[in-house]
């Protein structure tokens, strides 16, 4: 069964402070691994899609990289806007997403 | 463009009840999933449609739980005789097709609550 543990729980920013959450998975042949933004009282909004380990996507102030056991998810330069609820989700086989229990960032001004 | 759009956005029912809740996925995306997020605990898959086949029931948690799509579109999802314990968000997401690369794009949710 596949499992998809992330790390920390929950992490305390200071606006301006970098830092990076981990999104570790067991699955039996990785199609996708998927990164969401889920605000309080919203759906999951996407931000990436990872196929294959060594490959890394940007988005602002966002950069999610990928290993055969492991993605991070890192937050540069953090604003409180960047304040959230970030999910991993893998895909294997079939085509339902397997999720984390999620990390809630909170960046203070 | 429209995301995928859910209804109602709140239900609040009696134990013993029967529910339905809505998804309107993205025009255009065969595909369309169900999945519930408890309180404290993460995104819990229910079903997939490809089309108006349910091609993977296998997260249904009991057979009081059934959805069905019709018109490749709109997709209602039913819980019958409410329990305490079916009190979650119901998250609905499609995608143009099943898999990746294709990604999964989520509605709002509706919380239920039964009491």
């Known amino acids: 069964e596949d499992q998809v543990t992330q790390s920390p729980e929950a992490l305390r920013l200071q606006e301006g402070e970098s830092s990076s959450l981990n999104c570790s998975y067991t699955?039996?042949?990785?199609?996708?691994l998927f990164w969401y933004r889920q605000d309080p009282g919203k759906g999951p909004e996407f931000l990436f899609t990872?196929?294959?380990a060594g490959e890394e996507k940007e988005k602002e102030r966002l950069k999610a990289t990928l290993t055969k056991k492991e993605s991070f998810l890192h937050i540069t330069a953090p604003k409180p806007e960047d304040s959230a609820t970030y999910l991993c989700?893998?895909?294997?086989?079939?085509?339902?997403?397997?999720f984390g229990a999620g990390t809630t960032v909170t960046v203070r001004a | 463009g429209a995301g995928v759009s859910q209804s109602p956005s709140n239900k609040v029912t009696e134990k013993g009840k029967d529910v339905e809740l809505r998804c309107d996925p993205i025009?255009?995306?065969?595909?369309l999933y169900w999945y519930r997020q408890s309180l404290g605990q993460g995104l819990e898959f229910l079903i997939y449609?490809?089309?108006?086949?349910?091609?993977?029931k296998s997260g249904l948690p009991s057979d009081r739980f059934s959805a069905e799509r019709t018109g490749g579109s709109v997709s209602t999802l039913t819980i019958q005789r409410t329990q305490q314990e079916d009190s979650a968000v119901y998250l609905c997401?499609?995608?143009?097709?099943?898999?990746?690369?294709?990604?999964?794009?989520f509605g709002p949710g509706t919380r239920l609550t039964v009491t």
């Open positions: 990872l196929y294959s």
């Open positions: 997401a499609s995608s143009l097709s099943p898999g990746a690369p294709y990604e999964q794009y």
């Open positions: 699955v039996s042949g990785l199609r996708g």
């Open positions: 025009s255009g995306h065969t595909a």
């Open positions: 449609f490809q089309g108006n086949s349910a091609p993977d």
């Open positions: 989700a893998v895909q294997a086989s079939d085509y339902k997403l397997s």
